[in-house]
């Protein structure tokens, strides 16, 4: 129906059970029908000798229904982890993604979760946008019909290449990649991920988008997802320090660690190593934990000021822009540049991890108000990227 509406059509006819959702494109008018017979005899201008019972014609649904906000978890359950908190800010106000490393207990999942209730609202455009691929793959709840909340899927290891990207037989559908499409991507126990899958993931990431061919057609699905990987430091997933401590070979461990590709970790911009959490520092610093509610209001500012800044060009946050056109069109300060430059001819960051590091800054710099980002706002960018020897 968004096809139709924008190739100026004004009329459509959609069956009666699909019809509430159909009516959330503006500018068409929807009629729902549950038969063939009755599409024909309208086209012939006679009476609908299967008229469409009241309870499925769906129209009260109609621009009124919003999705009932699944109780989102708050970020002020997640005690300590001051630095991972920031970085969830920063992928939430951003659009960044986000490794997460370290071992069992450390609170890679609870932190995970909390990431899309530090997102806002979808507006109107991407509300229907994202409405559309989950009619597509079928995860849209009847009734309810228009997605207001920023998605969020979190796959199971286990999960097949048409279950992540999307695929299947005959016309493919859309994978969690993107059911996740302006949401967050989860994957828990990331190198315990089929490598295939883990490396189709790459393509979404560069261009938001996931194209499927199959025999039956081709699809393309949007997937400008946050991806949230995490991934135990060792394949016995044992925790240190509590008796039943890992014996897992340092050789053991890098191998594990390796199943998660260079290229795909590159363009992973904040890669944090988490510690667990210790009762010295529970004591310390609860009390301290900033709520969901806190955080999201400086999300929204940072995102209106970065939206004020690419008004006119179609990009919305720091992570949307391409590398070339960032640092020609938003220049930074020299100081922050020639840091940047140095890392790059010290080999410490490649190029494409360069351009993320400059878009990380920016999004420091939105967070605190910052006109631009100087030379510390790109080297909190840069240790964000380097955090624990996690980067390649
Ligand atoms: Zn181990």
């Given at each position: 129906v968004v096809a139709a509406a924008r190739a100026g059509l004004d009329r459509v006819a959609v069956p009666?059970?699909?019809?509430?959702?159909?009516?959330?494109?503006?500018?068409?008018?929807?009629?729902?029908?549950?038969?063939?017979?009755?599409?024909?005899?309208?086209?012939r201008g006679a009476e609908d000798p299967d008229p469409v019972e009241d309870s499925v014609r769906g129209e009260a649904a109609g621009h009124a229904g919003s999705a009932p906000v699944a109780a989102e978890k708050d970020l002020a359950d997640v005690v300590?982890?001051?630095?991972?908190?920031?970085?969830?800010?920063?992928?939430?106000?951003?659009?960044?993604?986000?490794?997460?490393?370290?071992?069992?207990g450390a609170g890679k999942t609870m932190l995970a979760e909390r990431l899309p209730g530090l997102l806002p609202d979808l507006d109107d455009e991407e509300a229907l946008e994202v409405t559309a691929v989950h009619s597509v793959a079928g995860t849209l709840r009847p009734g309810q019909p228009l997605v207001r909340r920023p998605p969020y899927q979190a796959p199971h290891h286990s999960a097949t290449m048409p279950a992540v990207v999307g695929g299947g037989s005959g016309l493919p559908r859309p994978g969690a990649a993107s059911v996740a499409h302006r949401g967050v991507l989860f994957l828990d126990e990331a190198p315990e991920f089929a490598p295939r899958v883990l490396d189709a993931l790459r393509e979404p990431l560069e261009s938001a988008e996931i194209v499927l061919m199959r025999a039956g057609g081709t699809a393309r699905y949007p997937a400008r997802f946050r991806l949230v990987l995490a991934a135990n430091p060792c394949p016995c997933g044992l925790a240190y320090g509590k008796g039943d401590e890992c014996t897992c070979a340092s050789m053991a461990k890098r191998r594990y660690l390796?199943?998660?590709?260079?290229?795909?970790?590159?363009?992973?911009?904040?890669?944090?190593?988490?510690?667990?959490?210790?009762?010295?520092?529970?004591?310390?610093?609860?009390?301290?934990?900033?709520?969901?509610?806190?955080?999201?209001?400086?999300?929204?500012?940072?995102?209106?000021?970065?939206?004020?800044?690419?008004?006119?060009t179609g990009w919305r946050c720091n992570a949307e822009p391409p590398g070339a056109d960032l640092r020609r069109r938003w220049a930074a300060p020299v100081d922050a540049v020639a840091l940047l430059e140095s890392s790059l001819s010290r080999g410490t960051v490649s190029m494409r991890g360069a351009d993320r590091v400059l878009r990380v800054a920016w999004t420091i710099a939105d967070l605190a108000g910052r006109a631009s980002p100087g030379k510390e706002e790109v080297d909190m960018a840069l240790h964000l990227r380097r955090r624990g020897g996690v980067a390649a």
């Open positions: 009666a059970q699909n019809a509430a959702e159909a009516r959330l494109v503006p500018g068409v008018h929807v009629v729902g029908l549950s038969s063939l017979r009755g599409l024909l005899a309208r086209l300590g982890q001051a630095t991972a908190r920031w970085a969830l800010e920063l992928a939430a106000a951003g659009g960044h993604h986000l490794f997460l490393l370290g071992p069992p390796a199943r998660l590709s260079g290229p795909l970790l590159d363009r992973i911009d904040l890669h944090l190593w988490l510690d667990p959490i210790t009762d010295g520092r529970l004591i310390r610093e609860c009390g301290a934990a900033e709520s969901t509610a806190v955080v999201a209001e400086r999300v929204r500012v940072a995102q209106e000021r970065a939206a004020h800044r690419y008004a006119g």
